[in-house]
């Protein structure tokens, strides 16, 4: 019997749950990846995105070569094009891992529904998260719309289940009769014209990654995980999303790192904290699809933003005269990635400084990031913009000098990305009186953070108070 692996954001061999299941099916396989149009050709698509995404492929196609084995490319819907495919290699089985967000979740469908159509069987797991969100449900059986309960609900759920490795000891060989198939033009193209991505793609990378975290900087995370001066975080967002190492061995290897020395409990504890948001960002993004559209909490839906566009396109450049924000935006331009504490305080800026709507800022970060994940992104945002499940009523809005201050103390990081300011007296980094006198090339600050507070809040009220009135009918 053969089969067909369809790699999606599991670009690995190690750990893949629906990959197992096919090598426990069949006698055949081959892996396969599908470059479908819709989701290369739209506006938002992220160019160091892809490539990083063409480097993952290129390591996955490797380790599958090492194994006797090849990655097939096709280009186009996935829907015709998967069925045509098993057609032609006599396969009859069909494995993939599912999605979280609308797109996915509708394409896997009708992907299912031409698969089965032709007589072939479908093999459905979840791998992106290790729980989804049926999985982890209150009491009262309904979703978590808080993090803190829903955090300690996954962990009494993780707690009580089965995290043992059930990867097959033994592979299926590789389908015998497989020819000459041609890379899409397409792929050939973008990877000729594309620059090379700031942070190397692959299985082998990310788990050099967790190994470096693991050694040293997990110990400290705790404490330096909001300092974008040092090398304290993972960096393992973008391995995560393309799914180059598993979820499930990012847990394993660090609690089995905290057993091994007690010392780096506290970190590692605070650092798998952080990789449940993500578990909670999918389930929020699963059971509630309309928030990739709209407002979580809807009561938001009467804030009245201001866009101005001359302000948008100031963030948008790193050019706001706050040193912090603009070493965040040019840090995401130039590399892809933006430290997770910078990310809060530029959105935090342009929402609540500047009164723009999030979803401008969460589609700017969408063209941008290398780890662009539609739930994280999104929960991201809206959880800066207080629209989203954030616990916390909305007057938290960050003082993006007091965060600079305290967040790159030295000014090492504001220095690193702003070039105007790299001989710039730390204390005049931190401060809205000394900014506008830094230097003839680096702008003064576009608003006043405290006049742009007060105004933040009368928006907030206001919007709350009208939708009360609107729920009392008045």
């Known amino acids: ?123 459905k797991r979840r791998d992106h998260v290790i729980f989804s969100a049926a999985d982890i449900r209150s009491s009262k059986g309904s979703a978590y719309s808080v993090y803190t309960p829903y955090r300690n609900a996954w962990w009494k759920k993780y707690s009580l289940s089965d995290h043992s490795d059930t990867t097959p000891s033994k592979r299926p060989g590789p389908i015998t009769s497989l020819g000459p198939v041609d890379t899409p033009k397409i792929l050939i193209h973008l990877k000729n014209n594309l620059e090379r991505p700031a942070f190397k793609g692959g299985h082998q990378a990310a788990q050099d990654r967790l190994n470096h975290f693991l050694n040293k900087p997990v110990s400290l995370y705790h404490q330096n995980r909001d300092r974008p001066d040092l090398d304290g975080t993972s960096r393992l967002s973008m391995h995560l999303r393309f799914g180059t190492i598993s979820i499930r061995e990012c847990f394993k290897q660090a609690m089995e790192a905290a057993h091994t ?58 050019r706001t005269g706050f040193p912090i924000v603009d070493a965040g935006i040019r840090q995401l331009l130039s590399t892809g990635w933006m430290h997770n504490r910078i990310r809060m305080i530029v959105a935090s800026f342009l929402t609540k400084d500047l009164l723009t709507d999030w979803k401008l800022g969460e589609r700017f970060f969408f063209e941008h990031l290398v780890d662009g994940d539609p739930a994280s992104n999104n929960g991201g945002w809206q959880w800066a913009a207080s629209t989203g499940t954030d616990a916390q009523p909305y007057f938290r809005i960050f003082n993006p000098w007091k965060q600079s201050e305290r967040w790159d103390p030295k000014g090492d990081y504001i220095r690193r990305w702003v070039a105007e300011l790299r001989d710039a007296p730390v204390s005049h980094l931190h401060s809205p009186t000394s900014a506008a006198q830094l230097t003839s090339d680096y702008p003064a600050p576009i608003v006043d953070h405290a006049n742009r507070r007060t105004a933040a809040l009368m928006e907030y009220r206001r919007a709350r108070e009208q939708n009360s009135e609107a729920q009392q009918g008045v």
Not at 262 to 282: A, H, M, T
């Open 1 to 123: 019997m053969r089969g067909l692996h369809w790699f999606r954001n599991d670009l690995r061999l190690e750990d893949n749950r629906a990959l197992g299941d096919l090598f426990r099916a069949v006698d055949e396989w081959c892996g396969l990846f599908v470059l479908e149009p819709r989701l290369i050709n739209i506006p938002s698509v992220s160019w160091k995105r892809l490539s990083f995404l063409f480097e993952c492929l290129d390591d996955l196609s490797n380790d599958l070569d090492q194994n006797g084995n090849r990655l097939v490319v096709v280009e186009g819907p996935a829907e015709t094009q998967i069925p045509r495919l098993m057609q032609k290699l006599s396969a009859s089985v069909l494995s993939f891992n599912e999605g979280t967000t609308p797109f996915a979740r509708s394409r896997d469908q009708s992907v299912i529904c031409s698969v089965e159509k032709a007589g072939h069987r479908v093999l």
């Open 261 to 318: 020395d007690p010392c780096y409990k506290s970190g590692v504890q605070q650092w798998l904290d952080e990789l449940i948001w993500r578990e909670f960002y999918n389930a929020i993004l699963e059971e509630n699809p309309r928030v990739l559209q709209g407002n979580y909490r809807q009561e938001y839906n009467y804030l009245n933003w201001q866009n101005n566009p001359d302000h948008f396109s100031a963030w948008c450049e790193g």
